[in-house]
């Protein structure tokens, strides 16, 4: 089910319409990989994300406009939930995108965080495109 301002593009929709896409990887051509996929609010509908579980899905992809704290805590309680793979990406804005009035008042780089949870959690990556660094937290 569409939220917020994708309802203006998408319509409800039934779970028959909720799949996963199978593909392989080209280092392992034989091993199929079991994708899904949920744009912003629709990662917070816990029976949305039980159906995608159900399906297996490994690699559960999660794009965002959401850049707080909060979400990337919110990623990793889903791969631990699902026992899958999270990446989760924020787009990305710089300033010199905006209109010259509006430059002025925002920081030269927004939203920048792409991140990579296991289903254990034992790596975490995360990548600040705006620092140009790479946050790794390692728990066994």
């Known amino acids: 089910m569409p939220t917020a301002s994708e309802r203006l593009v998408w319509a409800q929709g039934g779970?028959?319409?909720?799949?996963?896409?199978?593909?392989t990887l080209p280092s392992q051509p034989t091993t199929p990989l079991k994708i899904s996929a949920t744009i912003c609010w629709e990662n917070y509908m816990p029976l949305l994300r039980q159906h995608l579980y159900d399906q297996g899905t490994q690699l559960y992809c999660a794009p965002t406009v959401d850049s707080r704290e909060v979400w990337l805590s919110?990623?990793?309680h889903i791969a631990l939930e699902g026992r899958c793979f999270v990446l989760s990406a924020c787009q990305m804005s710089l300033r010199t995108g905006f209109h010259k009035p509006l430059r002025m008042c925002l920081p030269s780089?927004?939203?920048?965080?792409?991140?990579?949870t296991s289903p254990k959690r034992r790596?975490?990556?995360r990548?600040?495109?705006?620092?140009?660094?790479?946050?790794?937290t390692e728990k066994v």
């Open 127 to 136: 990548l600040d495109l705006c620092q140009r660094r790479w946050g790794q």
């Open 15 to 23: 779970p028959e319409d909720v799949k996963l896409i199978t593909t």
């Open 123 to 125: 790596i975490t990556l």
């Open 109 to 116: 780089c927004l939203n920048s965080f792409r991140m990579i």
């Open 74 to 76: 919110s990623m990793t």
